[in-house]
């Protein structure tokens, strides 16, 4: 049906509906603009999925900076506390043995303190090494994340919990963008 059949054969009844036609016709033309003019903003779309790709980025690199940093930790004091424990154990099985056959005991205790005292550096070692690596592969990431990125992780060690509170609103944010440009 044309806008025609819609108000009649004759066209407008005066020059106010003819007015009204005029402005509604225009409405309508500029929201077909605007539609059009967002579509083939391509430039602007790619720039708006780059800075959702560069937030991602910087959450994971300090998600992989945490985790990393909490597996160092972690695998040091295990290493540390298995060192203790058996320095512990060597130290009562020496003296035990200490007691019953007194000079073979002291030798004994002298090579489990030994044993206990290098697996201990050899544990704490490990757990450094396991660090170092940790810092390096930070690093490593936060040499290829972009400047402006690792500037935001800087901020973000210094006040987490805002930087926490917008991650989450872009997170919500990208999931709405995502939901809209799915239906379409």
Same mark, same amino acid.
């Given at each position: 049906?044309?806008?025609?059949?819609?108000?009649?054969?004759?066209?407008?009844?005066?020059?106010?509906?003819?007015?009204?036609?005029?402005?509604?016709?225009?409405?309508?033309?500029?929201?077909?603009?605007?539609?059009?003019?967002?579509?083939?903003?391509?430039?602007?779309?790619?720039?708006?999925?780059?800075?959702?790709?560069?937030?991602?980025?910087?959450?994971?690199?300090?998600?992989?900076?945490?985790?990393?940093?909490?597996? =160092?930790?972690?695998? !040091?004091?295990? @290493?540390?506390?298995? #060192?203790?424990? %058996? &320095? *512990?154990?060597?130290? +009562? /099985? $020496?003296?035990?043995?200490?007691?019953?056959?007194?000079?073979? =005991?002291?030798?004994? !205790?002298?090579? @489990?303190?030994?044993? #206990?005292?290098? %697996? &201990? *550096?050899?544990?704490? +070692? /490990? $757990?450094?090494?396991?660090?170092?690596?940790?810092?390096?592969? =930070?690093?490593?990431?936060?040499?290829?994340?972009?400047?402006?990125?690792?500037?935001?992780?800087?901020?973000?060690?210094?006040?987490?919990?805002?930087?926490?509170?917008?991650?989450?609103?872009?997170?919500?944010?990208?999931?709405?963008?995502?939901?809209?440009?799915?239906?379409?």
């Amino acid at each position: 049906m044309t806008d025609r059949t819609k108000h009649g054969a004759g066209g407008a009844k005066g020059p106010d509906e003819l007015r009204r036609q005029i402005e509604r016709t225009r409405s309508q033309l500029g929201d077909t603009v605007d539609q059009l003019a967002a579509r083939a903003d391509v430039k602007g779309r790619a720039m708006t999925r780059a800075a959702d790709l560069r937030d991602k980025a910087g959450a994971l690199t300090v998600q992989l900076r945490s985790s990393a940093a909490q597996a =160092g930790h972690a695998v !040091q004091g295990r @290493a540390s506390r298995a #060192g203790h424990a %058996l &320095q *512990g154990r060597a130290g +009562q /099985a $020496g003296h035990t043995l200490q007691g019953t056959a007194g000079r073979a =005991g002291h030798t004994l !205790q002298g090579r @489990a303190g030994q044993v #206990g005292h290098t %697996l &201990q *550096g050899r544990a704490a +070692q /490990a $757990g450094g090494t396991v660090q170092n690596k940790a810092a390096r592969a =930070g690093r490593a990431v936060e040499q290829v994340t972009p400047q402006p990125v690792r500037t935001a992780v800087r901020a973000a060690r210094l006040h987490p919990r805002p930087v926490l509170v917008a991650g989450a609103a872009a997170v919500v944010a990208a999931m709405v963008v995502q939901r809209r440009r799915h239906r379409r």
